[in-house]
């Protein structure tokens, strides 16, 4: 089975602070992407990654920053945290020849 | 432009009776559609996908969805919902070059 992880499952951060959001796939993916869930809007991509350290902006780049130095590894950076930035963030991962994604379990990060 | 619309941001069924989870999309080209489950604070699980091949797609949990081109839907059906079937249910349509759309979701609740 794919595993897709995600290095923390809830996070509290404040204002201004630098946050780090990683996860890690162990099915030799090429494909990584992060998700923003907000209720009411579904999901919205922010980044994805179609090989190491390459990277495209989704649909919400905005104070949002990635880094894939490694196959199985994909990091969301927000530079400056910010309270609009409260939400659940959601990795995921897919084969290039695939079309089905394999999502990690979401981590709810609440900036204050 | 592509689009998903999950009619019903909220339903109810009775434990045993049918499911029904409406999607309809907007494509200018053959869709790739998916349905995925969210179970509380977890990530999402695809229940299955279409793919161009048979317009019946079966998927896991019972669950099962027709592709209708003519009426742009790939609704979600259960002949007999159960109570473990309660979650937030999300409809996606890949749009191409690694991009998804999702729809906003819709949360299905299970009475007893």
């Known amino acids: 089975d794919v595993k897709v992880t995600q290095s923390s499952r809830y996070l509290v951060k404040r204002t201004g602070e630098k946050v780090f959001l990683e996860c890690v796939q162990d099915m030799d993916h090429e494909n990584m992407f992060w998700y923003r869930q907000d209720p009411g809007l579904g999901l919205r991509l922010i980044y994805f990654s179609y090989d190491v350290k390459m990277k495209e902006k989704g649909d919400i780049p905005e104070g949002y920053s990635v880094s894939r130095e490694k196959k199985e590894r994909f990091s969301l950076i927000l530079e400056s945290a910010s309270t609009n930035q409260t939400s659940m963030y959601l990795c995921?991962?897919?084969?290039?020849?695939?079309?089905?994604?394999?999502f990690g379990p979401g981590t709810r990060l609440t900036v204050t | 432009a592509q689009s998903v619309t999950q009619l019903g941001s909220h339903v109810s069924v009775s434990e045993g009776a049918l499911v029904l989870l409406r999607c309809n999309y907007s494509s200018s080209v053959p869709p790739y559609l998916f349905w995925y489950v969210q179970y509380p604070n977890q990530g999402l699980q695809l229940l299955l996908k279409?793919?161009?091949?048979?317009?019946l797609v079966k998927g896991i949990n019972g669950f099962e969805a027709e592709f209708k081109k003519s009426e742009t839907s790939f609704h979600l059906t259960k002949p007999s919902a159960h109570m473990s079937d309660a979650a937030e249910y999300f409809c996606a349509l890949y749009e191409g070059t690694y991009k998804y759309i999702f729809g906003t979701g819709t949360r299905l609740k299970v009475l007893a």
């Open positions: 279409y793919t161009s091949a048979a317009t």
């Open positions: 995921a991962s897919s084969l290039r020849s695939e079309f089905e994604q394999y």
